[in-house]
């Protein structure tokens, strides 16, 4: 009598189990990594105002062209200029300023409204405590000064090296200046606003993060050679600019001795 191969053996229930899991898992694993656009490779770019895909001079230029159409601004931060490292914490509108700004160790309020340019400081400040020089008259004038604004003239040095700081366009466009071959980096955040970041010479000639949400307004300048780091912000915000009360206004003549 012939013998009879035996067949396949039928698939037990348990096996049969075992595929179906493992083909759901393979379904699921294909769903969730066509979602995620393949594990990690979800756009940056995706929901932004689209500069981040652009050339890094073109992201630039935007980011200039924006700021200047741009009424007002708020500045804070440090920077070198002459020599010397001023903090600023400055409001900027296209008809003045006003704001604080100090160095080695002294603070004071400026406020230029149209033309009219005011220094505002303590005592210690026009005696030339902090900064060893004398104002003219000494400690009475440096008591009379204290606390009020005093009125710059405009032909005092005074005046030339303190109403830049209260010039939007002429601030901005010496202090975001990048230096050397630009290139895109990195995108991150400044307070919460996705940005993409704009290196210059490899990160040595600055770096300028750029908004990726609404206009590409510039928010943070890191100067070429640790010139000092800025935050921009309050973009096209309204700056209440008012002169002060008469009675708080100095006028120390045609010139502030002794502050140039």
């Known amino acids: ?74 500045l804070s931060g440090t920077v070198g200029s002459q020599g010397r490292t001023y903090t600023l914490d400055m409001r900027l509108a296209s008809n003045g300023a006003k704001g604080e700004l100090g160095t080695k160790g002294a603070s004071f309020s400026l406020l230029r409204v149209g033309n009219a340019l005011y220094l505002k400081a303590d005592s210690a400040f026009w005696a030339g405590e902090k900064n060893g020089k004398s104002a003219s008259g000494g400690a009475s004038a440096a008591a009379k000064l204290g606390g009020k604004y005093v009125k710059v003239p405009a032909a005092d040095p005074v005046y030339k090296r303190f109403s830049g700081f209260t010039d939007k366009d002429t601030l901005l466009a010496g202090l975001l200046g ?30 300028l993060d750029v908004s990726l949400e609404g206009t590409p307004y510039p928010l943070r300048m890191r100067r070429a050679g640790g010139a000092g780091v800025l935050r921009l912000s309050d973009w096209g915000k309204k700056v209440d600019l008012a002169l002060p009360p008469k009675d708080q206004v100095v006028d120390y003549g045609s010139r502030i001795s002794g502050r140039g």
């Open 1 to 74: 009598m012939t013998a009879t191969a035996p067949g396949p053996r039928p698939r037990s229930l348990t096996g049969r189990r075992r595929t179906g899991r493992a083909a759901l898992v393979g379904a699921a694993c294909a769903a969730l990594a066509a979602a995620l656009a393949g594990c990690g490779g979800e756009d940056p770019d995706a929901g932004t105002n689209g500069v981040g895909k652009l050339p890094a001079a073109t992201i630039q230029a935007k980011a200039r062209a924006a700021a200047g159409r741009a009424d007002t601004v708020h």
């Open 178 to 207: 990048l230096h050397g071959k630009l290139a895109t980096g990195d995108h991150g955040d400044v307070d919460g606003v996705r940005t993409v970041r704009l290196t210059a010479a490899a990160g040595s000639g600055g770096t």
